[in-house]
T-cell receptor
Framework: DGGITQSPKYLFRKEGQNVTLSCEQNLNHDAMYWYRQDPGQGLRLIYYSQIVNDFQKGDIAEGYSVSREKKESFPLTVTSAQKNPTAFYLC??????????????????FGSGTQLSVL | GESVGLHLPTLSVQEGDNSIINCAYSNSASDYFIWYKQESGKGPQFIIDIRSNMDKRQGQRVTVLLNKTVKHLSLQIAATQPGDSAVYFCAENHYGNKLVFGAGTILRVKS
């Protein structure tokens, strides 16, 4: 069935280690997004991609990297430069691309999230 | 209503009562608004959306009201059920930009 799949559900990072969070969608959506969620706060945008092989920084991109080699996949790497990585990470996709004419569906479809913790 | 910080506002309602969750948005040029429901440990789930050319939109048991004059959005849930307990987020989108999310409101349904 169609949707967005995030893995793993739980992930632990050691000091100085890079970790990669997986996000796959079979909705044929053009745009994909990564958000970070901290307790008691709204979602904050890390990176987004409107099309394959292209991505843009969001509001809190420092310490993170992404790639978009395939339409279906948008993995997020949390690097050792991210000093406070503990959070719930959410991947999302949408049919349309920001900046398109009115009528584009901006509605985001979210995955089930990955909880990242530091050992 | 929405707020920032570690303590989310909480709305407690009795099962069967109606719930009203409020949201104040910031950008008067925002033209699209959306409500999400998030259960513990899960991703947000779409509830309902509305464009700025409308004041009201109804779904199944839910109604969204938009007051552009005071930049206020509300979500009304009729006959609230225990399964409605969750955190509810509003988000706004100014054309060409990305969705901006509020911090959320906790809804607790008492049986």
């Amino acid at each position: 069935d169609g949707g967005i799949t995030q893995s793993p559900k739980y992930l632990f990072r050691k000091e100085g280690q890079n970790v990669t969070l997986s996000c796959e969608q079979n909705l044929n959506h053009d745009a994909m997004y990564w958000y970070r969620q901290d307790p008691g706060q709204g979602l904050r945008l890390i990176y987004y991609s409107q099309i394959v092989n292209d991505f843009q920084k969001g509001d809190i991109a420092e310490g993170y990297s992404v790639s978009r080699e395939k339409k279906e996949s948008f993995p997020l790497t949390v690097t050792s430069a991210q000093k406070n990585p503990t959070a719930f990470y959410l991947c999302a996709s949408s049919p349309g691309q920001p900046g398109q004419v009115e009528g584009t569906n901006e509605k985001l479809f979210f995955g089930s999230g990955t909880q990242l913790s530091v050992l | 209503g929405e707020s920032v910080g570690l303590h989310l506002p909480t709305l407690s309602v009795q099962e069967g009562d109606n719930s009203i969750i409020n949201c104040a948005y910031s950008n008067s040029a925002s033209d699209y608004f959306i409500w999400y429901k998030q259960e513990s440990g899960k991703g947000p789930q779409f509830i309902i959306d509305i464009r700025s050319n409308m004041d009201k939109r109804q779904g199944q048991r839910v109604t969204v009201l938009l007051n552009k004059t005071v930049k206020h959005l509300s979500l009304q849930i009729a006959a609230t059920q225990p399964g409605d307990s969750a955190v509810y987020f509003c988000a706004e989108n100014h054309y060409g930009n990305k969705l901006v999310f509020g911090a959320g409101t906790i809804l607790r349904v008492k049986s």
